[in-house]
C-alpha cells in the first residue's frame, strides 16, 4: 500500500472503528439521552450517537481504501472535512447543553488531528507529478 491515501485511511479507519465499538462498552454510555456520557480509556468522553458516528466513519475509510485509490481521496477528504466541523462545533459545544455527541477537550484535539491527517492526505497526496516532455 505506497498510497499515502489508502494507508492513512486504514490506520484511521481502524482507529476510528475501533473507538467506536469500544465506546458502546464504556460504563455510563449506553443513555442516547444522557450527554454526558462515559469515559474511554479514562480521557475520551463518548455516547453511543458518538459511537454510531464512528463506526460509520471508520467502516468507510477501511472500505474506501481497500477498494480503491480515488474512492479513498473522496473519502478521507469527506471525513476529514466531518471532523473538522465537528472539532470546531466542540469548542462551542463542551459544557452546554446541546453537547449531544458527549464532546470533550481531548476529543477535540483528537478530531482536529483526525481532520488535519485526513485533509492533508485527500487534498495533496497522491498527486501525480506531470513533467514536461522535451525534444
Known amino acids: 500500500m505506497r498510497s499515502p491515501n489508502r494507508l492513512l485511511g486504514t490506520i484511521l479507519g481502524a482507529v476510528h472503528l475501533f473507538v467506536g465499538?469500544?465506546?458502546?462498552?464504556?460504563?455510563?454510555?449506553?443513555?442516547?439521552?444522557?450527554?454526558?456520557?462515559?469515559?474511554?480509556?479514562?480521557?475520551?468522553?463518548?455516547?453511543?450517537?458518538?459511537?454510531?458516528?464512528?463506526?460509520?466513519?471508520g467502516a468507510s475509510l477501511l472500505l474506501a481504501a481497500l477498494t480503491r485509490l480515488a474512492a479513498s481521496k473522496v473519502v478521507n477528504t469527506v471525513a476529514g472535512t466531518l471532523f473538522l466541523v465537528v472539532g470546531i462545533a466542540g469548542l462551542f459545544v463542551v459544557g452546554t447543553g446541546v453537547n449531544y455527541l458527549s464532546l470533550n477537550g481531548v476529543g477535540n484535539v483528537l478530531h482536529f488531528a483526525s481532520a488535519a491527517i485526513l485533509l492533508g492526505a485527500g487534498l495533496g497526496g497522491d498527486r501525480q507529478v506531470h513533467t514536461p516532455?522535451?525534444?
Open 133 to 135: 516532455v522535451t525534444g
Open 21 to 57: 465499538i469500544a465506546g458502546f462498552l464504556v460504563p455510563g454510555s449506553t443513555s442516547f439521552v444522557d450527554r454526558h456520557g462515559g469515559l474511554l480509556f479514562g480521557l475520551l468522553r463518548v455516547n453511543p450517537a458518538q459511537d454510531v458516528l464512528h463506526i460509520l466513519v
